[in-house]
Each structure stands twice: as C-alpha cells, then as structure tokens.
C-alpha cells in the first residue's frame, strides 16, 4: 500500500514539473514575439521603383519595363478616314416609266412579250387595231387630195386647204405616227388598218401590263420600264460618320457576286431624317451600270474615304478616355509622365486628331497609360507597396502590450556581428 502511494506522488509531481516547463517556454515565446520591431525606412522613399506627386509619375527602369511602358511622338501628318458600310442596289427611280396609248383599240399583237426584255427608244411593240387611227388616215388622204385639185383655185382657198392638211397632219403625229409612215402614206395612199405602237423610251420590261386581244383606250400602261444603266445605292451611314458625308463624294462598292472587282459611284442624296430604330442616316449613291452586273436588291459593302487633310495625331492607344476627360499622359524624360488634358477630334488609320493640349514632337505614353494614371490616384501610398504588413503588425503588438498593461523588459543591444533577430527580419526588403 506504502509503494502505491509513493507511486502515484511521483506521477503528480511528474505532471506538475511537466506544465511548469510548457508554461515558461510558452512566456518566452510571447515576449519575444510581441515586443516592438525597431524598423528602418531611410532611403526607401528615395529609392522606390514608383514615386507619385499630384499628376506627375516617376518610374524607374525595371518598372517601365515590367509596366511595358510604350511612347510615341505627337506628329503632324495627312489623315483620311474610311467608312465602311453595307447597302442595299436599288432602280434609278428617275429612270422608271411606263409606255403607254395614244389611242383606244384593239391589242392584236405584242411584239415582246416576257419581263426582263430590253426595248430601245422608237422600237416597234405592238399592234393595235384602231378606229380613230385609220378615220385620221381617211381625213390626211382627202385633205391631200383637195389641195391637188384645188391648187389653182383662189389665193384663199389654196391657204385654207393648206391650213387643213398641216392639222391633220399634226393630227397624225400627235397619235405618236412617225414621219416617216406619213410620207409612207403620202405615196402609196392606202390606209393601214393596224396601228403600230412604238416606244417613247428605251428600258428594261420590269411588267407586261396588256395581253393580245385586249381593248385598250388612251393612257393605257402597256409595258412597265427601268433604264438600268445607271442604278442608286442606298448605304446605312451612322449619326457619328454622317458630319463628313458630302454630295459628289466618291464611293466604292464591292459584291460578294464579283470578288475582286470594285464599282464607283457618288453620292447624290443623304436623307435629311435619322432612322431613331438603327441610328442611321440612308444615303443615296448614283452608279454607273452598263454591264448590267449590278441587279436591284443585290446586297453590296460599300467604302467611303473622307480626306480629313494635315492633322496633329497620335496613336489611338495614347487617349485615356474617363467619360468626361480624354487624357493623354506626356514623358518630361526617360522616367517623369505627367497627365495632361487634350480635346480630340476624328479617329482613323489608328491615330487620333489632336485639336488642342498638345504639339508637334511632344512624346505620350501608347501603352500602360491605366497604369500610370492608377499610380496618380494611390499618389505616395504606391511608393510603399509591401511595407505597409510589417508596420501593422509593429502597431498592433504595441496596441496588445498597452492594453495588458506588460511591460517589457529591457533587452541588451545586440553583439557586433550577431545575427539579426527573427523580429527584425522585414518581409518585402530583401529587394533593397
């Protein structure tokens, strides 16, 4: 029972020795840990990679370079802007029209017959049998004849006669009757029953509008034309493009139907009214079109250079556009860039217009602009970049200590040549 008893004593103090030891090592560690980092800033302003003052940045070589800082010189140079669109081939509706009667009668022949046909101005298209046509054949002939019976009669009377066979005469033209088939007249004097029909201009049928057998009266369309040597375009042009979209201004257009050839043609109308669903003005383009190639309805890209002249430009790239601002970020020298407002003007070929805030052989920044203009917001916090841990953590020990009222003792300076304590070590300064 003895032995039991000095058994379970010495497990007791075992256990007591045990957690006194893991105690004071656990004190140790806090107090070393937690005791105030005496921390050395002097040089690291001077000597940061980034150094921001109100709109100015400096950044040294290898921050230029891993920013992939990029500058370009501010230049005066032409410039012409090019605006593609699509359009839509549609009739010169200048050139439309129909053939129509000058008199009523029957249809006995068409002389062409299917759409699509070409008629040429004064060919013959049909035949119509014609009352009115063959009593003003009877009235010529007679008022022919008067004249030669009567040449001798009185001064008056040959006047009169004359008079009258110049009326239906004109009454024979104004039934669209060539001269020629009134002098045909004239000599053979017999009366044609059918009328020929010929047309009073040239075109392509787009309609046949009269069937063989048809009676007809005067005014009658016969045949529905379009002359398509020359057809209209109209091309979609956005509000933002429409300022430099003149009439006569040259247009080249391209069909997916003829790869390789471009045709031309010129602007001859932009429609004062903006379509508010698309946000585009319709523009007109008058195009030549002997070849026939280009049919009505086809669909066409179209592509319009406006000259915008000698212009002070930079590379779109160089423009930091806020909404409100356009900034351009100029070099004062291999590392200075200072922020700088500009007023643009037209973009194209990549280069803006530059209109004011620059001038020529000033050089901007083309790449990394966001971030410069970024370093510019954090101002001097930037330059500090991966310090800012240590200092925190400094304070709040310092903070914890106040609050628990610890004081700590006081440490002996280090040995020369000593290695540096573990709370000495700074994260982030090996690089310096």
């Known amino acids: 029972m003895i032995e039991k008893l000095q058994a379970k004593k010495k497990l007791i103090i075992g256990v007591t020795a045990g957690v006194l030891v893991i105690g004071g090592a656990g004190y140790y560690y806090t107090a070393q840990h937690n005791k105030p980092a005496a921390v050395d800033h002097t040089g690291h302003q001077a000597n940061a990679p980034v150094m921001a003052m109100g709109d100015t940045v400096t950044l040294d070589a290898k921050a230029r370079q891993l920013a992939g800082v990029q500058t370009a010189q501010a230049i005066v140079k032409p410039l012409a802007k090019e605006i593609k669109t699509t359009g839509k081939i549609a009739m010169n509706e200048s050139g439309r029209t129909y053939i129509t009667s000058r008199v009523e009668g029957r249809v006995d022949e068409l002389y062409v017959t299917a759409d699509g046909e070409t008629i040429a101005p004064g060919q013959a298209i049909a035949a119509v049998y014609s009352p009115t046509y063959i009593a003003a054949q009877e009235e010529y002939l007679l008022t022919l004849e008067n004249v030669q019976k009567l040449k001798n009669a009185g001064k008056d009377i040959v006047q009169l006669n ?245 004081v700590a003792p006081a440490q002996a300076p280090p040995a020369l040549n000593a290695p540096p304590a573990a709370g000495d070590e700074h994260s982030g300064h090996s690089g310096h």
Do not use: C
Request: net charge negative.
């Open 162 to 406: 004359k008079s009258l066979l110049t009326a239906s005469r004109r009454k024979l033209q104004l039934l669209n009757v060539p001269d020629s088939d009134i002098t045909h007249l004239e000599h053979t004097r017999q009366i044609n029953d059918h009328m020929t029909i010929y047309a009073q201009f040239g075109g392509t049928v787009l309609e046949k509008q009269v069937l063989p057998g048809a009676f007809i009266m005067p005014g009658d369309k016969l045949y529905s034309l379009s002359d398509l040597s020359t057809v209209w375009l109209y091309a979609d042009i956005y509000e933002k493009d429409i300022a430099g979209i003149k009439p006569g201004q040259p247009v080249l257009v391209n069909s997916g139907a003829y790869p390789g050839e471009t045709f031309t043609g010129q602007v001859t109308f932009i429609n004062p009214v903006l379509d508010d669903a698309t946000r585009t003005v319709k523009v007109r383009v008058s195009m030549e079109n002997s070849s026939g190639k280009l049919k009505p309805n086809m669909f066409v890209n179209a592509n319009v250079q406006i000259p915008l002249g000698d212009s002070l430009v930079i590379p779109e790239s160089s423009i930091l556009d806020t909404g409100s601002r356009k900034i351009v970020f100029v070099a004062q020298s291999e590392d200075t860039f200072v922020k700088r407002d500009v007023v643009t003007g037209q973009y194209a070929d990549g280069y803006v217009q530059i209109l004011s805030g620059l001038q020529p052989g000033e050089t901007v920044v083309t790449a990394a602009t966001f971030l410069i203009d970024s370093q510019t917001k954090l101002g001097g916090f930037g330059s500090h970049a991966g310090h800012g841990g240590g200092g925190a953590a400094s304070t709040s020990a310092a903070t914890g200590a106040q609050t628990s009222g610890a």
